[in-house]
């Protein structure tokens, strides 16, 4: 029998943002206790905080916003590549991973998962992530969605910044980060990825879950 994996990263406000990002926020600002008839909280994050889909628009100026990935792009059927304790995923370590021919949505699961469940949390900067090479790699063999398991796809000491996304995104490739693999294995699932439809954004927080094939 088939079952869920909840891969979404809890929003709090202890989560780790991207250094300069504004903290999260969440506060209930309406109280029952107080009078009201209904408990009402407000949210303060960035639209790049938490699990999240990037859209062209974040690096690109000419770029369209997240309302514009179809929702086939988002849902159907992914491989996820486990790639170890790689520091930095290059063609090398994508041909080593096993990854089938024809894939077209492509989760990478690395160490970074374990950062994750870290209390209290705290950003890394030595986290795993693609360089130049092998984003290439991914642009070239048709892959329409790249997920990772921390807050970014490109490194954090990437000499010139957003090249990475900007070779991705500029390919038309759907990037979906900050996605907790920790429970997952190498293989087949079923992506359901459900992002905020926030017209013109750059980004958009989403509830992501992989569905196992048996």
């Not at 705290?122 to 398991?149: C, M, N, P, Y």
């Amino acid at each position: 029998m088939s079952r869920l994996i909840d891969v979404t990263v809890p929003i709090v406000e202890e989560m780790p943002v991207w250094p300069g990002q504004n903290p999260t926020r969440i506060e209930r600002h309406r109280r029952i206790e107080d009078g009201f008839p209904a408990n009402v909280s407000r949210i303060t994050l960035s639209c790049h905080a938490g699990t999240h889909i990037d859209a062209p628009f974040h690096s690109l100026a000419d770029g369209h916003g997240v309302e514009r990935w179809p929702l086939e792009t988002l849902i159907g059927r992914c491989y996820v590549a486990d790639v170890g304790g790689a520091a930095t995923v290059t063609p090398r370590v994508l041909d080593s991973a096993g990854i089938p021919k024809g894939v077209d949505r492509l989760l990478i699961k690395s160490h970074n998962s374990a950062f994750f469940a870290e209390t209290p949390p705290s950003f890394h900067e030595d986290f795993t992530a693609l360089d130049d090479s092998g984003a290439q790699w991914v642009a070239t063999r048709g892959v329409k969605l790249l997920g990772i398991d921390y807050l970014s796809v490109e490194l954090f000491a990437n000499p010139v910044r957003h090249s990475t996304h900007r070779i991705l995104l500029g390919a038309g490739v759907l990037l979906l980060e900050s996605i907790d693999l920790s429970a997952v294995d190498a293989g087949f699932y079923d992506l359901i990825c459900m992002p905020l439809k926030i017209p013109g954004a750059d980004g958009a927080p989403a509830r992501v879950a992989l569905r196992t094939l048996n």
